[in-house]
């Protein structure tokens, strides 16, 4: 009886071994394509083919609506009125963290450039993160204008702070799909698995716009320097891609400039 349970449990560990392995090796092939010892990244081929056989880890924890159903989910959110929803939209057009999107600052904010740079305090990483903003997010960003001189977001009920994530849980409620997916999920890991399932960018691209920390130095400091093109097509990718039922075009592809 001990030796089925210890199997079990080891069976439990390996799906999460494979993504880890995966990742070490799309880590090595993404810097010797950089350093111009390769020209394709072969791992690229199998993530899909992982993604439909493999349990998704934590799925409990951070549920994700499947990337198929947002553009949809987009056009009901577009619909809810107030500040909660259009900070929930907001999140998911920049595929940010709950409480930055929260706590976003109007000084922080360069709409005629279409950027949004977090300050370190308010990162995870404690390191500032430059946000790429698709058209529609600064539209929504412009539509709150007036409301409060600091903050974009701000709570209805506490003068001069922003909102509790309690508002978008809510929001999750009032619309029916809280038994699919959580808010952190479908901000974060709808927006990572669509892009990497229609390899519409690069994997460093990719997680540089989910501000996902690079281990390696060098590296970092490249992705940083040299991926704000690509991070910008890609934001703008994901944009046009989850406003395509509001525009009457279904079926748009998640495809970058």
Sequence with gaps: MSRVRSLDEAGKHVPETLQRVRQRLDAVFEDAIFHGRCMTNPVAAIRRKMRETLPTIGASEFAALPYADAPQFMAELRQAQGIAPRCFEFAILTASRTKEAL???????????????????????????????????????????????????????????????????????????????????????????????????RPGVIEASLAHQESDRTKAAYNRAQFADERRALMNAWGAYLVSQCDGANGVPIRAA
């Design 103 to 201: 706590a976003v600052e109007w000084a922080e904010l360069d709409l005629d450039a279409a950027l949004w740079i977090i300050p370190a305090h308010k990162m995870k990483a404690r390191k500032a993160h430059t946000v790429y903003l698709s058209k529609r997010a600064v539209d929504v960003i412009e539509a709150q204008r007036g409301l409060d001189p600091e903050l974009v977001f701000p709570s209805t009920a506490l003068a001069g702070q922003s909102m509790s994530n309690v508002a978008m849980l809510i929001v999750l409620g009032r619309m029916g799909v809280r038994e699919r997916t959580t808010v952190h999920g479908l901000c974060r890991a709808t927006f990572s698995t669509g892009a990497n399932d229609t390899a519409v960018a």
